[in-house]
Nanobody, 115 residues
Framework: QVQLVESGGGLVQPGGSLRLSCAAS????????MAWHRQAPGKQRELVAN???????NYADSVKGRFTISRDNAKNTVYLQMNSLKPEDTAVYYC?????????WGQGTQVTVSS
């Protein structure tokens, strides 16, 4: 069982930045696929970005050029740097970890973009 704890959410004005963190309770973090998803009110959960053990990354079209996913294997942590935030980025952001067909989710952190 892997526990994921997200942090870094909050209220930010349009055009601002936030960095989300997700700490994982595993000694083999480097082997895990990691991802950030988000779910806005009344909408389905969507993939924002993911990063595999090799460091290869993938982004949703809506966040390309604004968001950056990264990982620090020494700290068992994955990050999501979010720049140029828009009101439509408002959602609960969830961290996901996966390996060998088993997936784990964090509890989510709220990001609100509003003036």
């Amino acid at each position: 069982q892997v526990q994921l704890v997200e942090s870094g959410g909050g209220l930010v004005q349009p055009g601002g930045s936030l960095r989300l963190s997700c700490a994982a309770s595993t000694n083999i973090f480097s082997y895990y696929y990691m991802a950030w998803h988000r779910q806005a009110p009344g909408k389905q959960r969507e993939l924002v970005a993911n990063i595999v053990s090799s460091g290869f990354t993938n982004y949703a079209d809506s966040v390309k050029g604004r968001f950056t996913i990264s990982r620090d294997n020494a700290k068992n942590t994955v990050y999501l740097q979010m720049n140029s935030l828009k009101p439509e980025d408002t959602a609960v952001y969830y961290c996901e970890a996966g390996r060998n067909g088993v997936y784990y989710w964090g509890q989510g952190t709220q990001v609100t973009v509003s003036s």
